[in-house]
């Protein structure tokens, strides 16, 4: 079989021409609501886009949906209530009391290198390295 | 074409190009009612925008990519609703006009049965190739698909068209 021919053959076979009465209801319908047609994104045509773009998986957007509920409910679970909300604020406001606390006497100190003597740091042993060293030699039974 | 030349102009587009759509949209959809819609959608859109067939450089392959673009719609809807199973898409549809001699009218009944068998893809670019004598440059263009790809369809498809017809081709050669 030449496949030239078979190609031929196929592009001879003719298309059947559409039904004659298509051609008056297709152009009729064209022709009279020009401005009112289906691809326009008018309240119910944007409804029906809308539903069937959600629509091919019903199943995923529940899920989404559920996923974003069950978040918002947690979220607001975990939210504290106005009494721990007072609490925290009062134990914050005393960290910046006593960070500012710290940071006077540090100032003092600084202002006042005399008064920090060497008393005030105890000499400092270093740690056990080990008394073998320091020990007289022991006899070996 | 503007106002009541409108109606003459949508007229003879119809009657130049309405068959090469039809056969095509037939094709794919396998579904007469569905062909008639799609055909109906694709004039609509025409009487609304009177004006893009005028800028497009060929008429044929412009109305058929409006057709296609609509079909592709169309099968996006389909798909969301899941109104229709494969055996509907799939449907016989009369194709191919009649034809006197029985042989020649088997083989179309063939040829029609083994287009429904093609992948959509590739039964979109044999049509275009055999019935529309389109180049793979334009239907490359009208498909949205790489040059290559276009004629890799093609191969693919008349390769399953010519085993498949093969015993009843030799017949009538």
Known sequence: MNPDDFEQHLRRQ????????WRDEILGAAL??????RGLTTGPSLVKSLRDWLWPRPLAWGALGAAWIAIFALNSAAAPNPAELAQARAGARVAAGLAVLDMSQALELVAEPGAHTAADNPRRVPP?????????????? | MRGMSNETELGRLYDVHAGALAGYLLNL????????DLLQEVFWR???????????R?????LLSM???ALVDYVRRREARQHRDAAQVNESVALFAPAQDPDESAFRGELESALAELPVEQRAVVHLKLWESLTFDAIAEMLHIPLNTAA???RYGLDKLRTRLRPLYDEIK
Do not use: K, M
Not at chain 1, 32 to 37: T, V, Y
Not at chain 2, 46 to 56: E, I, N, Q, T, W
């Open chain 1, 14 to 21: 003719p298309l059947n021409a559409p039904p004659a009465h």
């Open chain 1, 32 to 37: 009279e609501f020009p401005a009112r047609g």
């Open chain 1, 128 to 141: 056990d390295q080990g008394c073998i060293a320091n020990q007289p030699p022991q006899d070996i039974v």
């Open chain 2, 29 to 36: 959809t396998r579904n007469e009612a569905d062909t008639h």
């Open chain 2, 46 to 56: 025409l009487a609304r925008r009177p004006d893009v067939v005028a800028a497009a």
């Open chain 2, 58 to 62: 060929d008429e044929r392959a412009f």
């Open chain 2, 67 to 69: 057709a296609h673009n």
């Open chain 2, 152 to 154: 890799s369809r093609y």
